[in-house]
């Protein structure tokens, strides 16, 4: 089994500043895909940023330019960097990890960018 815990989320003004955090641990294989998703009230949940374990990473057009996704192999972890915060970007953002097929996730953090 694989368990996520997230942190980082909170209450930011526009233009601000967040980092999100996820730690992975349990039964984790060599390849996978760890992932940041965000689910706005009332919409679906959609993928914000990717990283692959052999480097690759693709972000959501709407975040381009100001979400920064890395990750560290030996912890298990992956990081998101929000720059540039717009109130558009609020939502609950939860962090995936895909290995063999299968989906896990955290039990998410709430990002509000508010004046």
């Known amino acids: 089994q694989v368990r996520l815990v997230e942190s980082g989320g909170g209450l930011v003004q526009p233009g601000g500043s967040l980092r999100l955090s996820c730690a992975a641990s349990?039964?984790?294989?060599?390849?996978?895909?760890m992932s940041w998703f965000r689910q706005a009230p009332g919409k679906q949940r959609e993928l914000v940023a990717a990283?692959?374990?052999?480097?690759?990473?693709n972000y959501a057009d709407s975040v381009k330019g100001r979400f920064i996704i890395s990750r560290d192999a030996a912890q298990n972890t992956v990081y998101l960097q929000m720059n540039s915060l717009k109130p558009e970007d609020t939502g609950v953002y939860y962090c995936?990890?895909?290995?063999?097929?299968?989906?896990?996730w955290g039990q998410g953090t709430q990002v509000t960018v508010s004046p």
């Open positions: 990283a692959s374990s052999i480097g690759t990473t």
């Open positions: 995936n990890l895909n290995q063999l097929r299968r989906d896990f």
């Open positions: 349990g039964s984790i294989f060599m390849s996978n895909t």
